[in-house]
């Protein structure tokens, strides 16, 4: 039985869908105006993980991650390009989609956009004012009322006499309470700007989620997701709109995954200590970042450093390992090995699923893969054929996609390939003759290609390296 930590409830709690073999599962994407980090990288992967899961376990995931394209970050980085604040949005949506897909992060089913669901941001807006929950203001504004909704803070954990003591209202703002939050923002000069009840203006932060949602998938969802930063203010006035608006429960699990951390500090523009993930990618491998993130917990911080990722990077390639082929001159498994083999599917499947029902507990479904690993590489080594051995390479390539591992090797041209083969059977040649001098220097040519040779007494196997 799959067990989730629900941040609502505090408590890790039995997954159960509020409809049958259907998961509903909203997480907030990203607002763009500038390039994806590595940040935007570990929770895209976070959430990849928990859909390929539950995908792995059969159910229908309805995956929805929202583009934020309409804020101020969007609309001050418009004007200092010279550029309409839509078309910049889109120029970076498109571009964030690039960076998931060299991820190996599965698309959403579902990506809308603040700029394409206005209609019902307002309808939403409208809604709110006649229950009473919101007001607007004579400037054109319009503010969620917190004091209408008598469980704020339920997520957080805070109490409102509590927030207010420690809140301000900033000069301009014509709030009834401190804490009141904007759902729609009356236009400044120059801004991008819709047609309301109100006047010009557009939405604010929290409704715009809330809508989406609503938009995509209905009035109750499974899961909410989305970094631990979100939780106050975003998810928790999303949380206060959205149910005064519907009148029922909104999201049933509340999942948060941890901030990255760069040398202790969260990753921040402020600090500059930002890594795009192009930068990223152009220096280590889609898997390496994946397995960084497989190595922790999820609701922990993460920790981004060199020393991190060389262990990510040495973990990937002992997971490689276990795909080397069988060597073409091998023998046979004797029986026991074989058996043995054919018991480690079941093993590492068992072990592998206990873990990732434990909250997806990713760090124990490596341990698993590690296991799994070792059994299949001393069936090789003991002359395992690849009809013996394809079985167990089929289930450990099935486990390792189910984490969104590719454990590609590096790829290089038929050419070149052919040459690599070329100097492999001369160096053999070599080594038979004793022409150790010889062998030697084709070991070194090759390593000069990225080639990686390993002996063994089947014969000589190689790979990219």
């Known amino acids: 039985m799959l067990k989730i930590y629900n941040t609502l409830t505090r408590k890790t709690e039995e997954f159960q869908t509020l409809e049958p073999g259907v998961v509903k599962m909203y997480v907030c994407g990203v607002t763009v105006y500038n390039d994806a980090h590595v940040g935007h990288a570990m929770s895209a992967i976070v959430f990849d993980i928990i859909r390929r899961y539950l995908e792995y376990r059969g159910y229908s995931v309805k995956h929805v991650m929202n583009y934020t394209d309409v804020d101020d970050k969007i609309i001050n980085r418009a004007n200092q390009l010279g550029e309409d604040p839509l078309t910049l949005s889109q120029r970076y949506i498109e571009d964030y989609a690039r960076d998931l897909a060299s991820l190996n992060v599965l698309p959403a089913t579902s990506t809308p956009q603040v700029s394409k669901t206005m209609p019902l941001i307002i309808e939403f807006v409208q809604g709110l004012i006649q229950k ?205 090995i074989l058996s043995a083999l054919t018991a480690a599917i079941e093993t590492a499947k068992t072990s592998f699923t206990e873990a990732m029902d434990n909250d997806f507990n990713t760090a124990g479904a490596v341990a698993a893969l590690f296991e799994f690993s070792k059994s299949i590489n001393t069936a090789r080594d003991n002359g395992a054929t690849a009809e013996q051995i394809t079985p167990a390479q089929d289930a450990f390539r099935e486990l390792a996609g189910v984490l969104g591992l590719t454990l590609e090797e590096k790829k290089g041209s038929s050419e070149d390939e052919a040459r690599v083969n070329a100097l492999i059977e001369e160096r053999n040649r070599a080594r038979k003759e004793k022409n150790w001098a010889r062998s030697d220097e084709i070991r070194d040519q090759l390593k000069e290609m990225g080639v990686t040779l390993e002996d063994s007494k089947d014969g000589t196997t190689w790979k990219w390296s």
């Not at 929290?206 to 938009?215: G, P, Q, W, Y």
């Not at 969802?221 to 006035?237: A, T």
């Not at 709109?241 to 509340?254: H, L, N, P, S, V």
């Not at 898997?287 to 993130?293: A, E, G, I, N, P």
Request: hydrophobic share 35%; proline share 5%.
């Open 132 to 336: 009473e929950a919101a007001y607007a203001a004579p400037n054109g504004d319009v503010y969620f009322s917190v004091t209408s909704d008598d469980d704020y803070g339920k997520l957080s954990g805070r109490k409102l006499d509590d927030m207010q003591a420690g809140a301000r209202i900033e000069v301009g703002e014509q709030k009834e309470h401190p804490m009141d939050f904007a759902l729609w923002k009356a236009a400044k000069p120059g801004e991008i700007s819709w047609d309301s009840p109100w006047g010009k203006g557009r939405p604010g932060w929290h409704i715009e989620c809330s809508a989406m949602n609503l938009a995509e998938l209905g009035e109750q969802i499974d899961i909410h997701g989305g970094g631990n930063d979100l939780i106050f203010p975003h998810h928790e006035n999303e949380i206060a709109q959205t149910e005064c608006y519907t009148g029922k429960d909104f999201a049933r699990y509340w999942v948060h995954n941890g901030m990255l951390q760069l040398g202790g500090e969260k990753m921040s523009k402020s600090i500059g200590n930002i890594i795009s993930i192009k930068e990223f990618l152009s220096k280590r491998s889609s898997d390496v970042m994946r397995m960084l993130v497989l190595n922790g917990t999820y609701r922990a911080p993460l920790m981004f450093n060199d020393e991190t990722l060389d262990a990510a990077e040495r973990n990937v390639e002992r997971l490689k390992s276990a795909l080397k082929p069988a060597s073409p001159s091998a023998s046979g498994l004797p029986a026991d």
